[in-house]
């Protein structure tokens, strides 16, 4: 197995590149994420990678962090989620939005990446949940997606005691641009009881 691979960027279109390692050029698939933090053509490059054998090619798939290499492979566990759809969740969102989704159970966000309907995005959910902590080297990874009044607002509401789920329904039903974090908690519990 190819673990990383560290040599000069030869040629890159997305979401393809090529890198070249003592004389051999290897070509790689990268999430967007990666592809945009790429150095310039000619420059030094150092990715984690993932060898995928199926019965009709290898292809490489190289990361720019081993937080993304370890969403992709276990997100290749995840059954109807294949490379493609991994490579469309990483290019869509970094890590911590992904592991934010799944811990908030936030299908919405989820089905708006392309390939992702609403079945593939709930089944997401369910599988990754219990993995979501394994991702990182076994450590926890909690972060939030949105910095910010809309996050603040989220972590209160669940820490007096609503489920991810309601309180992802009753947050993005509101207009939250401009407000602080009070006003989207008071304008949240106001929905709440109605």
Same mark, same amino acid.
């Given at each position: 197995?190819?673990?990383? @691979?560290? &040599?000069?960027?030869?040629?890159?279109?997305?979401?393809?590149?090529?890198?070249?390692?003592?004389?051999?050029?290897? %070509?790689?698939?990268?999430?967007?994420?990666?592809?945009?933090?790429?150095?310039?053509?000619?420059?030094? *490059?150092? @990715?984690?990678?993932? /060898? *995928?054998?199926?019965? !009709?090619?290898?292809?490489?798939? &190289?990361? =720019?962090? %081993?937080?993304?290499?370890?969403?992709?492979?276990?997100?290749?566990? $995840?059954?109807?989620?294949?490379?493609?759809?991994? @490579?469309?969740?990483?290019?869509?969102?970094?890590?911590?939005?992904?592991? #934010?989704?799944?811990?908030?159970? %936030?299908?919405? +966000? *989820?089905?708006?990446?392309?390939?992702?309907?609403?079945?593939? +995005?709930? #089944?997401?959910?369910?599988?990754? #949940? !219990?993995?979501? %902590?394994?991702?990182?080297?076994?450590?926890? $990874?909690? $972060?939030?997606?949105?910095?910010?009044?809309?996050?603040? =607002?989220?972590?209160?509401?669940?820490?007096? &005691?609503?489920?991810?789920?309601?309180?992802?329904? @009753? $947050?993005?039903? /509101?207009?939250?641009?401009?407000?602080?974090?009070?006003?989207?908690?008071? *304008?949240?519990?106001?929905?709440?009881? +109605?």
């Amino acid at each position: 197995m190819i673990g990383s @691979l560290r &040599g000069r960027l030869t040629f890159k279109q997305a979401p393809a590149i090529i890198i070249e390692c003592n004389g051999v050029g290897y %070509d790689v698939e990268t999430p967007m994420s990666t592809f945009f933090e790429l150095p310039a053509v000619g420059d030094e *490059l150092f @990715l984690y990678t993932h /060898l *995928l054998v199926r019965e !009709d090619a290898q292809i490489l798939y &190289g990361f =720019a962090t %081993d937080e993304e290499r370890a969403l992709f492979r276990t997100l290749l566990r $995840v059954r109807g989620v294949g490379a493609k759809i991994g @490579l469309a969740i990483l290019s869509a969102m970094s890590v911590a939005d992904f592991n #934010r989704c799944i811990e908030y159970e %936030d299908t919405t +966000a *989820l089905a708006k990446i392309p390939g992702i309907g609403k079945k593939t +995005a709930e #089944r997401l959910v369910i599988e990754m #949940r !219990d993995r979501i %902590d394994k991702t990182v080297g076994g450590e926890a $990874v909690r $972060v939030t997606v949105e910095q910010g009044a809309k996050a603040e =607002a989220v972590d209160a509401l669940i820490a007096l &005691g609503y489920k991810p789920a309601e309180v992802n329904k @009753l $947050v993005s039903a /509101l207009e939250t641009d401009g407000k602080t974090a009070e006003d989207i908690i008071r *304008l949240a519990l106001r929905r709440a009881v +109605a």
